[in-house]
Nanobody, 127 residues
Framework: QVQLVESGGGFVQPGGSLRLSCAAS???????????IGWFRQAPGKDREAVSF????????KYADSVKGRFTISRDNAKNTVYLHMNDLQPEDTAVYSCAAVHSLTIITVPQEYTYWGQGTQVTVSS
């Protein structure tokens, strides 16, 4: 069983930045190094939206067009943590951001294929 805990959300003005963290834990000897990670977001009244993906090693990443050039996904497998660096945040980025993990060596873009999900962290962008 893998537990994911997101942190780093908050309130920021348009143009601001935040760094989200997704900390993973599991049983004895657990390592995130065998898991692909995805970040998703859901705004009130809207469907869940894929934001960014990273493969197990961090060598391959993918972004939604809406965040490309503004968001950067990275990971530190030694710390069992994945990050989402968000720059130039805009009101339309307001949502609950959740990370998800699946045992895979390649990027997984289909949310239904993810096995573990965190509870999410709120990001609010407003002036």
């Amino acid at each position: 069983q893998v537990q994911l805990v997101e942190s780093g959300g908050g309130f920021v003005q348009p143009g601001g930045s935040l760094r989200l963290s997704c900390a993973a834990s599991g049983g004895s000897g657990f390592t995130l190094a065998y898991y692909a990670i995805g970040w998703f977001r859901q705004a009130p009244g809207k469907d869940r939206e894929a934001v960014s993906f990273i493969n197990n090693s961090g060598g391959s990443t993918k972004y939604a067009d809406s965040v490309k050039g503004r968001f950067t996904i990275s990971r530190d497998n030694a710390k069992n943590t994945v990050y989402l660096h968000m720059n130039d945040l805009q009101p339309e980025d307001t949502a609950v951001y959740s990370c998800a993990a699946v045992h895979s060596l390649t990027i997984i873009t289909v949310p239904q294929e993810y096995t573990y999900w965190g509870q999410g962290t709120q990001v609010t962008v407003s002036s």
